[in-house]
Nanobody, 131 residues
């Protein structure tokens, strides 16, 4: 059973940075897409970034390119989301999710991320950006 646990959320001032962590376990398939999503108050959930374990390729929402960066530590079974230049619009609950990538050619991390493709979800970590 795939399990995901996020951590690293908190309060930060505009312009600040945070790094979120997503520790995963229970992976049994060859390849997964590990996505980050967020949901701001009163707004729909949106995809933030994604990493494919097949080739370590990454993808991002267009609006976040250059500010957010995703990476993985294979030894620690952890995916990180580095967020820089945070603004109040980044305030949200951030979730990591994992979905099986059945073949290397299957573009599970293509944007916009298809939430139904990610079967396992973490509990979320809250990020608040304010002065």
């Amino acid at each position: 059973q795939v399990q995901l646990v996020e951590s690293g959320g908190g309060s930060v001032q505009p312009g600040g940075s945070l790094t979120l962590s997503c520790q995963y376990s229970g992976f049994t398939a060859d390849h997964y897409g590990i996505g980050w999503f967020r949901q701001a108050p009163g707004k729909e959930r949106e995809g933030v970034s994604c990493l494919s374990t097949a080739d370590e390729s990454t993808s991002y929402a267009d609006s976040l390119k250059g500010r957010f960066s995703v990476s993985r530590d294979k030894i620690k079974n952890t995916v990180y989301l580095q967020m820089n230049g945070l603004t109040p619009e980044d305030t949200a609950v951030y979730y990591c999710a994992a979905g099986v990538q059945p073949t290397i050619l299957f573009r599970i991390c293509a944007f916009p991320l298809g939430a139904p493709l990610f079967a396992a979800w973490g509990q979320g970590t809250r990020v608040a950006v304010s002065s």
